[in-house]
């Protein structure tokens, strides 16, 4: 898929590379607008960091915060300065809580005029989706996308198909890795504590109802966001003789789930999401010796192997631009996050100018934007966003990650995702 960015951004990104492989305002659009030049002479711009540091997912946010920081600097550095505009960002931390984010947003829009917020989850989109529009700034997320966003002319987007989808495309991979002739068995732990967790519940029901040859969902067990036990939901998910559990929740979940599991003398493979991926449940549960046969899945490059355009990118980021972060799940997710942002910023100058840069630039050109996975240092897969979902919906694959002799490695790269229904 080629790019509509033209010679003069791609000159700039052919200028990042370069330097990467030598080290190893307003209008009627509304929605933010440009400050004043900076140091480096181009015009300053703000987005909203939207972060979660003191709730459930506080354990993943120093890494991802500290990526999207560091790509930002690089890119301010490389490709800003050479089209300019540089990139500032504020950090809100709203505890991965809906009534937070509510709370937060109008001093956000007041205090800085972002172009551009930079999402978390689950209670960002269900807080701010219905009113971006008419605020008229676009939320870029790291995330997976959710069944009650799947809705055309959106303003929150998202570099990947939703939680389901990844889930079902990690399904489908189990049941030809296992060479099953039957239906996977599915079990899911979740919670109701946020509509993000029961959207996951509710995808993978219409996905079992609908490819019956390919999944069953035998057991769903609702349990609090931080469960001190889940021994008797694990329980019945043993008696309903599942093959694989679904945790798309936090780490928590996760390490209560195995603590339940090993109690019961029990052995299912828990599949989890970036997130509360393996290396952080590892983490959590004391080493990922004890996630062995465990599972990953999520739509970016699995950061199992010390090798690639993306480990070099990230190299270049610890020892140029003072990235302190481990190459971990977190850590790529906040440099994708970064770098697609960024890049839609690119085609947004392209199209209106350095100087004129607003919340409705950023929106129409994410429309108009198709990054190549070259654009993405091969982080993310192509991307070409369309007024019809709010993430791209042709060539959807999941990647998988695993432990094998207690070492992360990974199971599949870009498995394709079964094609599903709106639930």
Same mark, same amino acid.
């Given at each position: 898929?080629? #790019?509509?960015?033209?010679?003069?951004?791609?000159?700039?990104?052919?200028?990042?590379?370069?330097?990467?492989?030598?080290?190893?305002?307003?209008?009627?659009?509304?929605?933010?607008?440009?400050?004043?030049?900076?140091?480096?002479?181009?015009?300053?711009?703000?987005?909203?960091?939207?972060?979660?540091?003191?709730?459930?997912?506080?354990?993943?946010?120093?890494?991802?915060? +500290?990526?999207?920081?560091?790509?930002?600097?690089?890119?301010?550095?490389?490709?800003?300065?050479? *089209?300019?505009?540089?990139?500032?960002?504020?950090?809100?931390?709203?505890?991965?809580?809906?009534?937070?984010?509510?709370?937060?947003?109008?001093?956000?829009? #007041?205090?800085?005029?972002?172009?551009?917020?930079?999402?978390?989850?689950?209670?960002?989109?269900?807080?701010?989706?219905?009113?971006?529009?008419?605020?008229?700034?676009?939320?870029?997320?790291?995330?997976?996308?959710?069944?009650?966003?799947?809705?055309?002319?959106?303003?929150?987007?998202?570099?990947?198909?939703?939680?389901?989808?990844?889930?079902?495309?990690?399904?489908?991979?189990?049941?030809?890795?296992?060479?099953?002739?039957?239906?996977?068995?599915?079990?899911?732990?979740?919670?109701?504590?946020?509509?993000?967790?029961?959207?996951?519940?509710?995808?993978?029901?219409?996905?079992?109802?609908?490819?019956?040859?390919?999944?069953?969902?035998?057991?769903?067990?609702?349990?609090?966001?931080?469960?001190?036990?889940?021994?008797?939901?694990?329980?019945?998910?043993?008696?309903?003789?599942?093959?694989?559990?679904? *945790?798309?929740?936090?780490?928590?979940?996760?390490?209560?789930?195995?603590?339940?599991?090993?109690?019961?003398?029990?052995?299912?493979?828990?599949?989890?999401?970036?997130?509360? #991926?393996?290396?952080?449940?590892?983490?959590?549960?004391?080493?990922?010796?004890?996630?062995?046969? /465990?599972?990953?899945?999520?739509?970016?490059?699995?950061?199992?192997?010390?090798?690639?355009?993306?480990?070099?990118?990230?190299?270049?980021?610890?020892?140029?631009?003072?990235?302190? +972060?481990?190459?971990?799940?977190? %850590?790529?997710?906040?440099?994708?996050?970064?770098?697609?942002?960024?890049?839609?910023?690119?085609?947004?100058?392209?199209?209106?100018?350095?100087?004129?840069?607003?919340?409705?630039?950023?929106?129409?050109? *994410?429309?108009?934007?198709?990054?190549?996975? /070259?654009?993405?240092?091969?982080?993310?897969?192509?991307?070409?966003?369309?007024?019809?979902?709010?993430?791209?919906? #042709?060539?959807?694959?999941?990647?998988?990650? %695993?432990?094998?002799?207690?070492?992360?490695?990974?199971?599949?790269?870009?498995?394709?995702?079964?094609?599903?229904?709106?639930?």
């Amino acid at each position: 898929m080629a #790019s509509k960015r033209s010679g003069r951004v791609l000159a700039a990104t052919v200028a990042a590379t370069t330097l990467l492989t030598a080290c190893g305002g307003d209008d009627e659009g509304g929605g933010g607008g440009g400050g004043g030049g900076d140091a480096s002479g181009g015009t300053s711009y703000n987005q909203a960091w939207l972060v979660d540091f003191s709730g459930p997912y506080a354990d993943v946010y120093d890494e991802l915060q +500290a990526a999207r920081e560091a790509t930002n600097d690089w890119w301010n550095d490389t490709v800003g300065s050479e *089209i300019g505009v540089q990139l500032e960002g504020e950090v809100y931390d709203h505890r991965y809580d809906a009534a937070q984010v509510a709370s937060l947003w109008p001093g956000i829009l #007041s205090d800085i005029e972002p172009i551009m917020a930079m999402g978390v989850g689950g209670p960002d989109v269900a807080a701010l989706q219905q009113r971006l529009p008419s605020d008229k700034v676009p939320m870029l997320m790291n995330t997976a996308g959710y069944g009650y966003a799947w809705e055309p002319d959106q303003w929150v987007f998202n570099p990947r198909a939703t939680y389901v989808h990844e889930a079902a495309g990690f399904v489908s991979w189990f049941q030809e890795d296992r060479g099953m002739d039957e239906p996977v068995k599915v079990a899911m732990v979740s919670s109701e504590a946020s509509p993000a967790y029961v959207d996951m519940v509710d995808g993978m029901e219409g996905f079992a109802e609908n490819n019956p040859d390919v999944a069953e969902l035998v057991a769903v067990e609702f349990a609090e966001v931080q469960p001190a036990d889940l021994t008797s939901q694990v329980r019945r998910i043993v008696d309903a003789e599942a093959d694989v559990i679904l *945790i798309q929740t936090n780490t928590t979940q996760a390490v209560v789930t195995k603590q339940a599991l090993a109690s019961l003398n029990a052995e299912i493979p828990i599949m989890l999401s970036s997130h509360n #991926s393996l290396q952080a449940t590892g983490d959590a549960a004391g080493g990922l010796e004890n996630l062995e046969g /465990d599972f990953e899945s999520f739509g970016f490059v699995v950061p199992a192997e010390e090798e690639g355009e993306a480990y070099d990118f990230y190299k270049m980021l610890t020892e140029d631009y003072g990235l302190e +972060a481990d190459w971990t799940v977190p %850590t790529v997710q906040g440099i994708a996050h970064q770098l697609y942002a960024n890049r839609v910023v690119e085609q947004a100058v392209e199209t209106v100018g350095a100087e004129n840069l607003t919340g409705q630039a950023i929106y129409d050109a *994410i429309l108009e934007a198709e990054l190549t996975a /070259d654009d993405m240092f091969g982080f993310l897969p192509n991307l070409d966003w369309t007024p019809e979902a709010p993430f791209p919906t #042709s060539g959807l694959t999941t990647s998988v990650g %695993t432990v094998t002799d207690g070492v992360y490695s990974r199971a599949a790269l870009e498995h394709e995702i079964p094609e599903l229904d709106k639930w």
